[in-house]
């Protein structure tokens, strides 16, 4: 157990749909991360925050947004679903902002759009 | 954009044998990191690798980072069945903020 945590661990909705995804990271990390993951894509970076703030984004589409809150916890956005929007989604968190501190990530949300 | 390449993609492998896996990624990076994925779920870090000439251990795994060739291995020394999984290695973008994947090695060992 790394100590993230998402829900829900398994989402099924309509093409068209929009769904949140909800990570909390572990007790004192202040950057979360947000990947995919797609048979066809491969592990791909979305976005970074840290204590709040974004802070680097990578393959993000625009239907998709994220933010991060006070309490540190941050929500993935998904909206206008389409099926190719299937597949594992996972956050990690760490220490600090750079890339000098190991990611922990958590058990990952399994998206099937239908 | 900073490519990650890992080679095999596939690896089927007998118990006791040994074998490396090897990571190339393109742009200047000095630090990389290595994964596991067991089938259906999350990543599980194996190693940090900081600095050129860097080499970590555990167990049946060792890693290595050569920073000037760009590449990374990842050995395995006599493999045995709870190594079988799914491995990465990532690097990390110049600002620091982006982590890019290599394509991932399965491996299967074979009793």
Redesign the interface.
Same mark, same amino acid.
């Given at each position: 157990d790394?100590g993230v945590t998402q829900t829900p661990k398994h989402l099924i909705t309509a093409t068209g749909q929009r769904v949140t995804l909800r990570c909390s990271p572990r007790s004192g990390d202040l950057s979360v991360?947000w990947?995919q993951q797609s048979l066809d894509q491969?592990?791909?970076?979305l976005i970074?925050y840290y204590n709040g703030e974004e802070? $680097?984004k @990578?393959n993000i589409l625009e239907r998709f947004s994220a933010q991060q809150f006070p309490d540190l916890h941050s929500e993935l956005n998904l909206s206008s679903l389409e099926l190719g929007d299937s597949a594992l989604y996972?956050c990690?968190s760490s220490v600090v $902002?750079? @890339?000098?501190?190991?990611?922990?990530?958590?058990?990952?949300t399994r998206l099937t759009v239908l | 954009e900073l490519k990650v390449e890992q080679n095999p993609l596939f690896l089927s492998m007998q118990e006791g044998k040994n074998y490396t896996i090897y990571c190339n990624y393109s742009t200047t990076s000095d630090r990389l990191y290595w994964y596991r994925q067991d089938p259906g779920k999350s990543l599980e870090s194996l190693f940090v690798l900081l600095s050129n000439g860097a080499v970590k251990q555990e167990g049946r795994l060792m890693a290595s980072l050569d920073t000037k060739a760009r590449l990374s291995t990842l050995h395995i020394t006599a493999a045995v069945h709870d190594l079988s999984a799914t491995y990465f290695c990532a690097v990390v973008s110049r600002t620091g903020n982006q982590f890019y994947f290599g394509t991932g090695t399965s491996l299967t060992v074979i009793p």
């Open positions: 790394s991360y990947y491969g592990l791909q970076f970074q802070r $680097a @990578g996972f990690a $902002a750079s @890339g000098r501190n190991e990611q922990f990530f958590g058990p990952g | -």
